[in-house]
């Protein structure tokens, strides 16, 4: 009994420094701003990716539904051309009927700025084509998007497809 | 008062110290066992979020080595899928040395066929890299993206440009980095 309290004593101020050993680890862990910036990457590409794929998809049966989601995928520049635009395409889609469904097959960011929330992607998509009439089509293409940072997660601020010999 | 409300109030007295000893000798150990757990959670946390798959991930975090890759293996395919009529050998020990395993077999298939048709056509194929990112990198392994214009020129023809997209594996081999997968995409 006499021993009981020496050990505690003991044990207490030796877990007090554990904690704190493992607490300082813990925020140093977390201010990684290494880890921070990786974070921002997936983020972006993520988001990248599911934004291209809808940009490039659209149901003919419900192109207003379609053009909406186009416009919730998108900021500032490309936002403002796809709004301008919405009613003449809708017109155009829904005189085509053509129903297309987009998947990204790979994806990289090529250029991330964390602090002013930019990025740049590049992209390669298979597009599959169900026309009104006739057989579906399947295409490739390869996209460069702009991303930026908005209150609702990265967007798509551009979107262009890369042609031959503009490397 | 009463000699049984005078016992009842010596015991109630006597009772008092006894429940503090009894908590005082908890609560030190008490207290010791909740830091230790708290430890190890934090300690469970601060390895969690070192080796998450996004920071084991180092493309773009580690800027010169994201470059090195890109360079390194740009110029491999680069190198791998330009070739002539008077080049073909030269083309052939480039990708023996830069390709490795499915990759090497797929190619050497490929470059079967491809000899045949660059004899007979005077064909001449140069591919140069219009876009590249690197999507994955570690230090033993990465994953690439390449966006490609390939040129050919046949004999008695005008050169035609094409688009080709590849996702390419490399793996670390003796200092370099080495293709060991191609997907057309």
């Known amino acids: 009994m006499r021993l009981r309290r020496p050990v505690l004593v003991l044990g207490l101020v030796l877990a007090l420094a554990l904690c704190g050993v493992s607490g300082w680890s813990y925020a140093r862990a977390r201010g990684d701003g290494d880890l921070a910036y990786a974070h921002s990457r997936d983020a972006a590409l993520a988001a990248g990716r599911s934004h291209i794929a809808r940009l490039n998809s659209v149901d003919a049966?419900?192109?207003?539904?379609?053009?909406?989601?186009?416009?919730?995928?998108?900021?500032?520049?490309?936002r403002d051309e796809l709004r301008t635009a919405r009613a003449k395409s809708a017109e155009v889609l829904k005189e085509?009927?053509?129903?297309?469904?987009?998947?990204?097959t790979d994806a990289a960011v090529t250029e991330l700025d964390d602090r002013s929330g930019t990025a740049r992607l590049i992209a390669t998509v298979r597009i599959e084509a169900q026309?009104?009439?006739?057989?579906?089509?399947?295409?490739?293409?390869?996209?460069?998007?702009?991303?930026?940072?908005?209150?609702?997660?990265?967007?798509l601020a551009s979107l262009t497809a890369v042609a031959v010999g503009t490397g | 008062m009463t000699t049984t409300e005078e016992t009842a109030t010596t015991a109630r007295a006597a009772q008092e110290p006894a429940a503090r000893t009894r908590l005082r000798r908890f609560l030190l150990p008490l207290l010791v066992a909740a830091l230790v757990v708290a430890s190890g959670v934090l300690?469970?946390?601060?390895?969690?979020?070192?080796?998450?798959?996004?920071?084991?991930?180092?493309?773009?975090?580690?800027?010169?080595?994201?470059?090195?890759?890109?360079?390194?293996?740009?110029?491999?395919?680069?190198?791998?899928?330009?070739?002539?009529?008077?080049?073909?050998?030269?083309?052939?020990?480039?990708?023996?040395?830069?390709?490795?395993g499915q990759a090497a077999k797929e190619y050497d298939a490929l470059f079967a066929q491809v000899q045949q048709r660059v004899k007979?056509?005077?064909?001449?194929?140069?591919?140069?890299?219009?876009?590249?990112?690197?999507?994955?990198?570690?230090?033993?392994?990465?994953?690439l993206l390449f966006f490609l214009d390939q040129t050919s020129v046949r004999r008695g023809a005008k050169a035609t440009t094409v688009a080709a997209q590849l996702s390419v594996t490399v793996g670390r081999d003796g200092g370099h980095w080495r293709i060991t997968a191609i997907e057309a995409r």
């Open chain 2, 120 to 143: 007979e056509q005077e064909l001449t194929l140069t591919t140069r890299v219009a876009r590249a990112g690197v999507t994955r990198l570690t230090g033993t392994r990465a994953e």
């Open chain 1, 61 to 78: 049966r419900e192109v207003d539904v379609g053009l909406a989601a186009w416009l919730d995928a998108t900021t500032g520049p490309l």
């Open chain 1, 96 to 104: 085509q009927g053509t129903t297309t469904r987009a998947e990204v």
């Open chain 2, 43 to 100: 300690l469970l946390l601060a390895g969690q979020t070192k080796h998450s798959p996004a920071a084991a991930n180092r493309a773009l975090t580690d800027r010169a080595a994201t470059d090195a890759v890109l360079d390194e293996v740009g110029s491999a395919v680069s190198r791998v899928f330009s070739y002539g009529p008077q080049t073909l050998t030269r083309t052939r020990a480039d990708a023996h040395a830069l390709l490795r």
């Open chain 1, 131 to 155: 026309p009104r009439t006739g057989a579906p089509t399947t295409d490739r293409k390869r996209f460069e998007a702009g991303l930026t940072r908005t209150g609702g997660g990265w967007k």
